[in-house]
């Protein structure tokens, strides 16, 4: 499974002007940088029944440039790129919200209070919380299906 069927998983839910912005200026930096949420966010999946090993293959683009194109050993059904695009969302959107906390230091406490409200930074704590939930909940409806599966019921 490439790498990149993750990537137009998370698409789907990342509205970002910067990263489309970098996807259309510099695709290898905006793969680099895709790669980077996922590669960070794949350890996080240890409820997955396969190994998500992963290598590189060196391809041909669409310019004739040999490219790196990273790919799962084992070929991963829909529910685990979905469960692995959520990964990535999450750490997108603790960017975002490493973003704001990046500015507290710069700031006195009036000033980043007001910068902090006026980018919402409670409510992205929220919602970074039920991406969270979202992911566990993705995970254990994942184990559910595949009880059989798993190692205490003899399976992998």
Sequence with gaps: TPFTDIYEFAKVTIIDYKIDNLAKADLDAFLTYMRSLLTIGIPEFTGC????????????????????V????????????SILAKIVVNKWWLTKIQDVLAFQPKLGNREFKQVANDQNLKQKSEYNDKLGEDIGRAVVNYQLKNLSSLPFFGGV
Excluded at 70 to 75: L, P
């Design 70 to 81: 990273y790919y799962f050993d084992e070929t991963l059904t829909s529910e685990e790129k």
């Design 49 to 68: 029944l396969k190994p998500l090993d992963y290598h590189y293959e060196l391809e041909t683009n669409s310019q004739n440039e040999t490219v790196k």
